[in-house]
């Protein structure tokens, strides 16, 4: 209760009342909550995923840290754990998965691959998924043991219980996919891209 | 499998250095030469293990397209190997008539090299993604190099670097 501003003593009683900020008590009251029972969406594709399945299994088991259930499906989650490398194929996957988890919501980077890139710097894979989704904590290591990744939740934990609810500028702006499923407007889509195919008039946007 | 063995449309035969025979086979004349290995009495390479393509630092050297063949029944491995100038179209015939494991296995190849497999019944991309430009595998495609483009539509960023 770090937010506590003074304790009173009514003359005849016990100090058994605080006065706070009502804006603190209420981030406390929700940041506590939230922290605490976090639901960890996981999006495994590489030996992280392993790591992360011993996290959650019964010798390090992160449903000490309220995750207690894990949630297979991105409208129940609150916090995106992609743990192991993101091929450019699955990027619009875990955009799409971001994007159909309800706010507040939290995405840790597992392992360099999911950070940097890794030693896959190619063709094929992204160099980092902060390009992709914002992302709260990076975890390093290749894989990173249990014990990291136990860490990195921890400070996330830190994170979410230091969050206001009262500032708006922290809230994120949804950013969906059109109807087209495109990101981009199609004309600026048809003015980076080349024709394509065996017409001169197919465009990538149509 | 004897390096003497007449397969039809040979041009030439090695020995590789773990004692398998590579043989040499004229692009036009795969899948006469395929039927012939798998449905002749003393053959009967029923099994298409791998199908892969190599091309080299040398720009001289013509691709190779690279069969590997087993025998179940008689234990014996071959190795078909049909060359493709760079400076041609790349295409050979599809032997997915005889082996429908060179389904996916010709599509790798397709993908890697840009080499396409005539009467394949399905020739698209199987790893990258359907608008992707270019081969990864060719030597004129740098370690480094994306699909800029790809990536700017589909995901909407500057660059994947």
């Known amino acids: ?206 | 499998m004897t390096s003497s063995s007449p397969v039809p449309g040979a041009l030439r035969t090695e020995v590789a250095r773990d004692g398998e025979t590579i043989v040499f086979v004229a692009a036009d004349r795969l899948l006469e030469a395929m039927t012939w290995l798998k449905e002749t009495p003393g053959q009967e390479f029923d099994y298409l293990v791998d199908v892969t393509a190599v091309e080299f630092r040398d720009r001289e050297r013509p691709l190779e397209v690279v069969y590997f063949l087993r025998s179940l029944k008689r234990r014996a491995d071959i190795r078909i190997k049909v060359e493709l100038p760079a400076t041609a179209e790349l295409a050979v015939d599809s032997v997915w008539g005889l082996w429908r494991g060179a389904d996916w296995l010709e599509r790798e190849v397709f993908d890697m090299f840009g080499i396409k497999f005539d009467g394949h019944p399905d020739m698209k991309r199987i790893l990258l993604p359907d608008g992707w430009k270019g081969h990864p595998l060719r030597k004129d495609y740098g370690i480094l190099q994306q699909d800029n483009e790809w990536v700017q539509i589909n995901l909407g960023i500057e660059s994947g670097q």
């Open chain 1, 1 to 206: 209760m770090k937010h506590v501003a003074e304790t009173k003593e009514i003359s005849g009683q016990s100090p058994n009342y605080l006065v706070a900020k009502f804006q603190d008590l209420v981030n406390w009251a929700v940041n506590s909550s939230r922290a605490n029972s976090l639901w960890p969406m996981p999006f495994g594709t590489a030996c992280c995923a392993i790591e992360f399945m011993a996290t959650a299994a019964s010798r390090f088991d992160f449903a000490r840290f309220g995750m207690e259930r894990q949630a297979f499906s991105p409208r129940q989650a609150d916090v995106l754990i992609c743990a192991g490398r993101l091929p450019f194929k699955l990027a619009p996957v875990i955009r799409r998965i971001y994007d159909q988890m309800p706010q507040p919501k939290w995405v840790i980077s597992m392992g360099a691959c999911a950070s940097t890139g890794g030693v896959f710097d190619n063709y094929a894979m992204v160099q980092g998924i902060d390009t992709i989704v914002p992302v709260d904590v990076y975890v390093p290591g290749c894989p990173p043991r249990p014990e990291g990744l136990l860490y990195g939740i921890l400070l996330l934990h830190k994170k979410i219980k230091g969050e206001s609810l009262f500032d708006a500028v922290k809230r994120r702006e949804e950013q969906p996919l059109d109807d087209k499923g495109l990101r981009l407007p199609p004309e600026t889509i048809d003015e980076i891209s080349e024709p394509f195919g065996n017409s001169v008039h197919q465009f990538r946007s149509s």
